[in-house]
């Protein structure tokens, strides 16, 4: 007889037997530990593992923009960057660029204004 549980019961040991490797991030100026693979790009990391919502996914393909990070001072389109050679740099999302005092970035008030621009449209 055919069962779904037959088929997914060896797939489950093959997790078990190759657990996915750890990865320390500096996120943020905080450390985050995540389980994913090499070649995960950061994007999923950032927004599915550590809930950041700040990249958005636009394109997925490095011809948008929106999942734009600062990695080192530099910016990084993290669609396409591995989590794996991310290594020990520093990472910054849109949510780590506010000062201590919680007041917001110049990038983050000009998203917010538009985020209410666009609310009022609708
Ligand atoms: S999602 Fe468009 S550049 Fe990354």
Not at 1 to 18: A, D, E, H
Not at 39 to 60: A, Q
Request: negative net charge; hydrophobic residues 40%; glycine residues 8%.
């Amino acid at each position: 007889m055919f069962s779904l549980n037959n088929l997914s019961f060896p797939y489950l040991r093959i997790q078990n037997q190759f657990p996915m490797p750890k990865y320390t991030l500096h996120i943020n100026g905080s450390e985050k530990v995540v389980d994913t693979e090499p070649d995960t790009p950061l994007l999923y990391v950032l927004r599915d593992d550590l809930e950041l919502n700040g990249p958005k996914f636009g394109c997925g393909i490095a011809q948008c923009g929106s999942c734009m990070v600062l990695i080192d001072g530099n910016a990084v389109i993290s669609c396409i960057k591995s989590v794996g050679s991310v290594g020990d740099s520093k990472v910054v999302t849109l949510e780590g660029l506010a000062n201590e005092n919680g007041k917001l970035h110049p990038v983050q008030e000009a998203l917010w204004k538009n985020k209410q621009h666009n609310v009022a449209i609708v």
